[in-house]
């Protein structure tokens, strides 16, 4: 990639030469290369880190099974039990950030482990629970567990794929996170309604993360590889995957697009270099090429850093289609857990959790449909377009989820307003599940797509804003529904979810506008941490830091 060249732009790359695929990012010739390891090794990795996703999404949403337990046995009201749901989201999403800049500086390895343990502890403090404030708080520890889901997990798995394979691997990481969202609530109300008790639920989870931290330490291996420490070559692939010889003159393609081949024509290096051992594979910390000492100051510096993702429109865009699907999913499962429960149908804490197994098969199509599909359009979209891949071209599989989703909200809305049974709110649910499985998939593939040296970065700015509007809705949703009914407040966000899908539509027309306006903060974002650019940031920190009016300031806070 040369970012120096006046036509390169983020987010346009050259995907096809001649009918066949570009690797991107090139791989090294290294041994140690994680886009070199077989395909088995590279799968069991995907397999436990998307594993990751799926726990710690069962155990952030299985607290709502407990309550009946909580409240009976404890005297623990409903609307605390609310607050420790937006507890959680807090946890979540600013322990994503917090949390982001360890995976650079120390490794993917060891915030993987230290979220599992977290969330180990959370479920103990959650099994224990005897007042209102543990309750509350038992739930931050198990949304710092989820953190590590929200931005680690996209990272290790583009280590592993490349670009093109991008909105494969985000599937099945949304369909993981979809599993345990969805099979959690149905696991715990089974537990719940046991003879074990409520307080099981815990319990269970706290054997399940223990296993975990054990399965983790012994065989989730290292994924931080310095690639800027080698030269790479351009491998094209056919469409089938077979190996072909690259034509790095791509004659064809710089008279249509001056420039881009560069981003395949760097030579590639022979190497000599040893594979790591087992036991550098899975050491509990891998430092950092340019790690100084412990890395604390790095840590703050990039910390600061990373606050600047939130000045990318895709980062927002993503951020809010997310987080709308994260806000709509507090709404049904309320709905489900007040309402069904009463009148006409009387639904104990098993047929609420059943209430899921639609919104998980809607999930999975949703998923294989904004994973692997929207892969091969963006392919066909390339041949179209001479071989080159825009960002924007897989916001089109957005638009048909204006209506599906909608529709799936209006089905279950009027229908539990109007005592429905059997089929009309059930097929709703699956209808919004579906929308949940490919509107996160496709909006992050996307971001990923426009600036893939910011995948950390900017999945932590999608998980910050994701998890506040989550966090604010969730405080507002009782009160909501009570205040409008449940078939009219459901028209409403019904509405407003068809809006934020349509946002799609500014998104396709400018969003090359918007790379193109952010190119600069963008090669800079990316380039902040090596050579003495790094340096002069840390040194222009220290310098604010030692100025006047910052000491004048800290001196007037109140003691």
Same mark, same amino acid.
């Given at each position: 990639?040369?970012?120096?060249?006046?036509?390169?732009?983020?987010?346009?790359?050259?995907?096809?030469?001649?009918?066949?695929?570009?690797?991107?990012?090139?791989?090294?010739?290294?041994?140690?290369?994680?886009?070199?390891?077989?395909?088995?090794?590279?799968?069991?990795?995907? *397999?436990?880190?998307?594993?990751?996703?799926?726990?710690?999404?069962?155990?952030?949403?299985?607290?709502?099974?407990?309550?009946?337990?909580?409240?009976?046995? #404890?005297?623990?009201?409903?609307?605390?039990?609310?607050?420790?749901?937006?507890?959680?989201?807090?946890?979540?999403?600013?322990?994503?950030?917090?949390?982001?800049?360890?995976?650079?500086?120390?490794?993917?390895?060891?915030?993987?482990?230290?979220?599992?343990?977290?969330?180990?502890?959370?479920?103990?403090?959650?099994?224990?629970?005897?007042?209102?404030?543990?309750?509350?708080?038992?739930?931050?520890?198990?949304?710092?567990?989820?953190?590590?889901?929200?931005?680690?997990?996209?990272?290790? /798995?583009?280590?592993?794929?490349?670009?093109?394979?991008?909105?494969?691997? /985000?599937?099945?990481?949304?369909?993981?996170?979809?599993?345990?969202?969805?099979?959690?609530?149905?696991?715990?109300?089974?537990?719940?309604?046991?003879?074990?008790?409520?307080?099981?639920?815990?319990?269970?989870?706290?054997?399940?993360?223990?296993?975990?931290?054990?399965?983790?330490?012994?065989?989730?291996?290292?994924?931080?590889?310095?690639?800027?420490?080698?030269?790479?070559?351009?491998?094209?692939?056919?469409?089938? &995957?077979?190996?072909?010889?690259?034509?790095?003159?791509?004659?064809? /393609?710089?008279?249509?697009?001056?420039? #881009?081949?560069?981003?395949?024509?760097?030579?590639?290096?022979?190497?000599?270099?040893?594979?790591?051992?087992?036991?550098?594979?899975?050491? #509990?910390?891998?430092?950092?090429?340019?790690?100084?000492?412990?890395?604390?100051?790095?840590?703050?510096?990039?910390?600061?850093?990373?606050?600047?993702?939130?000045?990318?429109?895709?980062?927002?865009?993503?951020?809010?289609?997310?987080?709308?699907?994260?806000?709509?999913?507090?709404?049904?499962?309320?709905?489900?857990?007040?309402?069904?429960?009463?009148?006409?149908?009387?639904?104990?804490?098993?047929?609420?959790?059943?209430?899921?197994?639609?919104? /998980?098969?809607?999930?999975? *199509?949703?998923?294989?449909?904004?994973?692997?599909?929207?892969?091969?359009?963006?392919?066909?979209?390339?041949?179209?377009?001479?071989?080159?891949?825009?960002?924007?071209?897989?916001?089109?599989?957005?638009?048909?989820?204006?209506?599906?989703?909608?529709?799936?909200?209006?089905?279950?809305?009027?229908?539990?307003?109007?005592?429905?049974?059997?089929?009309?709110?059930?097929?709703?649910?699956?209808?919004?599940?579906?929308?949940?499985?490919?509107?996160?998939?496709?909006?992050?593939?996307?971001?990923?797509?426009?600036?893939?040296?910011?995948?950390?970065?900017?999945?932590?700015?999608?998980?910050?804003?994701?998890?506040?509007?989550?966090?604010? #809705?969730?405080?507002?949703?009782?009160?909501?529904?009570?205040?409008? &009914?449940?078939?009219?407040?459901?028209?409403?966000?019904?509405?407003?979810?068809?809006?934020?899908?349509?946002?799609?539509?500014?998104?396709?027309?400018?969003?090359?506008?918007?790379?193109?306006?952010?190119?600069?903060?963008?090669?800079?974002?990316?380039?902040?941490?090596?050579?003495?650019?790094?340096?002069?940031?840390?040194?222009?920190?220290?310098?604010?830091?030692?100025?006047?009016?910052?000491?004048?300031?800290?001196?007037?806070?109140?003691?």
């Amino acid at each position: 990639m040369n970012t120096d060249d006046p036509e390169y732009l983020p987010g346009t790359s050259c995907l096809l030469n001649q009918g066949e695929i570009i690797l991107s990012p090139p791989p090294t010739q290294s041994v140690n290369d994680p886009l070199n390891w077989s395909t088995p090794r590279k799968y069991w990795h995907a *397999l436990l880190v998307c594993f990751i996703a799926g726990l710690t999404a069962g155990t952030s949403n299985d607290a709502g099974s407990a309550q009946f337990g909580e409240n009976e046995e #404890l005297s623990i009201s409903y609307s605390a039990m609310n607050t420790g749901a937006g507890v959680l989201f807090l946890g979540i999403g600013y322990g994503t950030f917090f949390l982001s800049p360890a995976a650079w500086l120390w490794g993917r390895r060891c915030s993987y482990l230290f979220c599992i343990l977290v969330g180990l502890l959370g479920a103990i403090w959650m099994a224990r629970v005897q007042t209102t404030s543990d309750s509350i708080w038992n739930q931050l520890f198990v949304g710092i567990s989820e953190s590590c889901a929200e931005a680690n997990v996209q990272l290790s /798995l583009s280590d592993l794929f490349f670009e093109h394979q991008r909105g494969t691997f /985000l599937g099945v990481y949304v369909l993981a996170t979809s599993v345990g969202t969805y099979l959690g609530p149905l696991i715990a109300g089974f537990v719940a309604d046991s003879n074990l008790g409520w307080r099981w639920i815990g319990w269970l989870a706290v054997i399940i993360s223990g296993t975990t931290i054990v399965v983790l330490y012994f065989t989730l291996e290292e994924t931080m590889f310095d690639r800027s420490a080698y030269q790479v070559g351009g491998m094209a692939v056919s469409p089938g &995957g077979e190996a072909a010889e690259p034509d790095l003159e791509l004659k064809g /393609l710089q008279e249509k697009r001056p420039g #881009l081949s560069d981003t395949v024509t760097a030579l590639a290096e022979a190497t000599d270099e040893k594979p790591k051992t087992y036991w550098q594979r899975i050491a #509990l910390i891998t430092p950092a090429a340019n790690l100084e000492g412990f890395g604390f100051k790095q840590y703050c510096v990039r910390l600061m850093h990373t606050m600047r993702v939130f000045s990318f429109p895709a980062v927002i865009y993503s951020g809010v289609q997310w987080g709308a699907q994260d806000a709509w999913l507090t709404f049904y499962l309320t709905v489900e857990d007040d309402d069904w429960s009463d009148a006409p149908w009387y639904y104990g804490d098993v047929g609420v959790g059943l209430m899921n197994l639609p919104c /998980l098969m809607g999930a999975v *199509l949703g998923c294989i449909y904004g994973g692997y599909f929207s892969d091969v359009f963006v392919i066909w979209m390339a041949k179209r377009n001479g071989g080159i891949r825009e960002a924007e071209h897989r916001l089109w599989f957005l638009f048909p989820l204006a209506i599906i989703s909608p529709l799936g909200m209006l089905l279950f809305g009027i229908g539990t307003g109007q005592g429905w049974s059997w089929p009309g709110p059930y097929i709703g649910l699956g209808l919004i599940g579906f929308g949940w499985g490919c509107t996160g998939d496709l909006s992050m593939a996307y971001l990923m797509d426009a600036y893939p040296e910011m995948v950390l970065e900017g999945m932590v700015g999608v998980a910050v804003i994701n998890n506040s509007i989550a966090c604010i #809705l969730t405080f507002t949703a009782s009160m909501w529904l009570d205040d409008q &009914g449940v078939q009219n407040t459901f028209i409403v966000i019904a509405a407003l979810d068809c809006f934020f899908v349509l946002t799609t539509i500014p998104m396709m027309y400018w969003g090359k506008k918007c790379r193109q306006w952010t190119k600069a903060r963008y090669l800079d974002f990316a380039s902040v941490f090596s050579g003495t650019h790094g340096k002069r940031l840390r040194k222009d920190i220290r310098t604010i830091l030692k100025c006047s009016w910052w000491r004048v300031y800290i001196q007037s806070l109140p003691t």
